[in-house]
């Protein structure tokens, strides 16, 4: 299989689920911006939403949409410490996160990215919005030590989108305990694998 990622992107969670359940992958870099893939192919007709993580099965099929792409890993290796077997309460206390990390947090910082929107509405209001979201993780991570009692699926993705905040100015030290966090995720040897294949260690 192979994974089209792109620097220090959301992609970067699927490398570290990889990593952590223990699948050899090939990778390939996108240019975002061009939509093009390192060995030169248009990367709109792999993925036509043009956007990364795209997963690349051996019959060819392509999977995309990152917490979809995470639990099919998963299931495929039975990798059930990160992601418990279909039935098991547990597995929707996963689900319930990944799916908050990936409409919530992700996508709540969507709208920073974005050149057109005014710095004063980010100040204002796209800004705001997420650290009341972080308030909510700092209190969580006081009482826990992963988003669940161990690492999970979508720890390595919160990990992945809470990298991206000194790009706007968001001091994470404001939050003791999603700064504890976030050290204790980067600790891992699976994250670290996956910060060093992509330089960023
Ligand atoms: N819904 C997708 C969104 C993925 C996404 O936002 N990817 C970003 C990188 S973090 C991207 O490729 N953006 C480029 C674009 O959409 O043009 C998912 O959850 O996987």
Known sequence: MKLYYSKGTCSLAVRIALHEIGIKAQYEAVNLKIKQTESGKDFLKINAKGAVPALELDNGEILTENAVIQQYLADLHHATTVLPEVGNFKRYRVLEWLNY?????????????????????????????????????????????????????????????????????????????????????KNRSSVKAALQEEQLL
């Not at 974005?114 to 969580?140: C, G, S």
């Not at 006081?142 to 905040?165: C, E, K, M, R």
Request: include cysteine; aromatic fraction near 16%.
């Open 101 to 185: 990390v990936s409409t919530e947090i992700h996508k709540g910082c969507g709208a920073l990215f974005h050149p057109k929107i005014p710095q004063t509405v980010k100040d204002e209001v796209f800004i705001p919005m997420l650290k009341a979201k972080f308030d909510y993780l700092d209190a969580h991570f006081a009482n826990s030590p992963f988003l669940l009692d161990h690492f999970t699926l979508p720890d390595g993705y919160l990990f992945v989108i809470l990298s991206w905040l000194p790009k706007f100015n968001i001091d994470i030290n404001d939050w003791k305990n999603v700064s504890r966090y976030i050290t204790d995720v």
